[in-house]
């Protein structure tokens, strides 16, 4: 069974940029697997912010953008604001079956 | 504006039965697919299960084959979750969020149902 990995947790400081990483135990993750990444925050249902590795709801602020960096899919935030402390999940698509990252609890501090 | 609002969580006890029910509104409901994921205390985000546009194809994780079933109505503007042989480790949280149009993913969240299994 597909594992998927994320950092379990990340401190940035305000201002500042952090790149969140999201592997899989199969191998490489790549844009056919359609990584998504989404935010949580305490007590909030999730909230998407980037669909098939880079693309961008209407609603994500420009300073969330998604990628690939070699063989995983990543999360960078520019310019973190206080507001971005949250749990952020990446989901990805092995054979069509949806399968999300065990979270990254981001602190800004 | 697109609101998907769940309702049905409740306290079950072990091997009984409850049924989510999901009404979306804002948006041309037979044209997507709908999903439920779930959210044990404390824990991430698991995905359940999702059907298409039609209700012609369904799929499930693992642990729930056999025991939940989606389906939806297209004329109510809503997709169900029927919950069978509920265990211990069904406790959690159950989101519907609809799926991203023409590439796989989940825009929209509804605000989730807590479904407690205990005796």
């Known amino acids: 069974q597909t594992v998927v990995t994320q950092e379990p947790s990340l401190t940035v400081s305000p201002g500042g940029t952090v790149t969140l990483t999201c592997t899989s135990s199969?191998?490489?993750?790549?844009?056919?697997?359609?990584p998504n990444w989404f935010q949580q925050k305490p007590g909030q249902a999730p909230r998407a912010l980037i669909y098939?590795?880079?693309k961008k709801h209407s609603w994500t602020p420009a300073r969330f953008s998604g990628s690939l960096l070699g063989d995983k899919a990543a999360l960078t935030l520019s310019g973190v604001q206080p507001e971005d402390e949250a749990e952020y999940y990446c989901?990805?698509?092995?054979?069509?079956?949806?399968?999300f990252g065990g979270g990254t609890k981001l602190t800004v501090l | 504006e697109v609101q998907l609002v769940e309702s049905g969580g409740a306290l079950a006890q072990p091997g009984g039965s409850l049924r989510l029910s999901c009404a979306a509104s804002?948006?041309?409901?037979?044209?997507?697919?709908m999903n439920w994921v779930r959210q044990a205390p404390g824990k991430g985000l698991e995905w359940v299960a999702n059907?298409?546009?039609?209700?012609?194809?369904?799929y499930y994780v693992e642990s729930v084959k056999g025991r939940f079933t989606i389906a939806r109505d297209n004329a109510k503007n809503s997709v169900d979750l029927q919950m069978n042989s509920l265990r211990g480790e069904d406790t959690a949280v159950y989101y519907c969020?609809?799926?991203?149009?023409?590439?796989?993913?989940?825009?929209?969240w509804g605000q989730g149902n807590l479904v407690t299994v205990s005796s």
């Open positions: 059907i298409n546009e039609d209700g012609s194809e369904k």
């Open positions: 199969t191998g490489e993750v790549t844009s056919g697997y359609f």
């Open positions: 098939a590795t880079s």
């Open positions: 969020a609809r799926g991203t149009t023409g590439v796989p993913g989940a825009d929209y």
């Open positions: 804002g948006f041309t409901f037979s044209s997507y697919w």
């Open positions: 989901l990805v698509f092995y054979g069509g079956v949806p399968i």
